[in-house]
């Protein structure tokens, strides 16, 4: 699987827009990227993902670069309940199986 | 739907005890996996199932055993527990094998081998 990577973590303050970045170079053709998030002492749980196109959904919004070699998870605003451990993951389109490659994720601290 | 059920949320074990961790999913997914989460860590695959009666190794699967006789049940069997798989063990599932379906998280046993 391509690797991800992300900053170790980030602030950001209540009901601000919140932009996560994600590299991820050595994407090839059929990666599709996947968002999770994991609250403390939760499993992870799904946010987005995307092949190509600009993807939004009730909990964000996923803006993929041109190039597809980053991509930026935009939480439109924070709340406290969005603290968490963010992971970017690649998954092949063609590989036949759901296995999801965790980094070590990026931690976002919100600020009331 | 409940989603994904595990049991116990807790458990210490000796060095050496065996245990099974249980997993279950009410929602008719294909795909059912085994992770462990060790602290300041990302998950990482230990086994997973496309169906039942198939199973296959991810990335740890030594010390663990696991079969899939339901598509409801996936549990986890430790064999000879030891220090080493002390972690947070998660169970997810999602609707098939293909990319792009989301996975559902359960909320983790955490365990403790002295």
């Known amino acids: 699987d391509a690797k991800t990577t992300q900053p170790n973590s980030m602030e950001s303050n209540e009901e601000e827009p919140v932009h996560l970045p994600c590299n991820h170079s050595?994407?090839?053709?059929?990666?599709?990227i996947h968002w999770y998030r994991q609250l403390p002492s939760q499993g992870p749980e799904y946010v987005i993902h995307?092949?190509?196109s600009n993807v939004n959904n009730r909990m964000a919004s996923l803006a993929i670069a041109e190039d597809r070699k980053s991509s930026t998870l935009i939480l439109h605003r924070a709340t406290l309940r969005d603290a968490a451990v963010y992971y970017c993951?690649?998954?092949?389109?063609?590989?036949?199986?759901?296995?999801?490659?965790f980094g070590k994720g990026m931690k976002l601290t919100v600020n009331p | 739907n409940a989603g994904v059920t595990q049991t116990p949320k807790f458990q210490v074990l000796k060095t050496g005890q065996s245990m099974t961790l249980q997993c279950a999913q009410d929602?008719?997914?294909?795909?059912m996996s085994w992770y462990r989460q060790d602290p300041g860590m990302g998950l990482r695959l230990i086994h997973y199932?496309?169906?039942?009666?198939?199973?296959d190794q991810g990335e740890v699967p030594n010390g663990y055993n696991v079969s899939r006789s339901t598509t409801e049940d996936f549990p986890l069997r430790l064999l000879s527990a030891a220090p080493s798989q002390t972690s947070v063990y998660f169970c997810?599932?999602?609707?098939?094998?293909?990319?792009?379906?989301?996975?559902?998280f359960g909320p983790g046993t955490r365990l403790t081998v002295l």
């Open positions: 997810a599932s999602s609707y098939s094998k293909f990319t792009g379906n989301e996975q559902f």
């Open positions: 050595t994407i090839s053709g059929t990666d599709y």
């Open positions: 995307g092949l190509t």
């Open positions: 993951i690649l998954r092949d389109s063609q590989g036949g199986s759901e296995k999801l490659v």
């Open positions: 929602m008719n997914h294909e795909y």
């Open positions: 199932s496309v169906g039942a009666g198939i199973t």
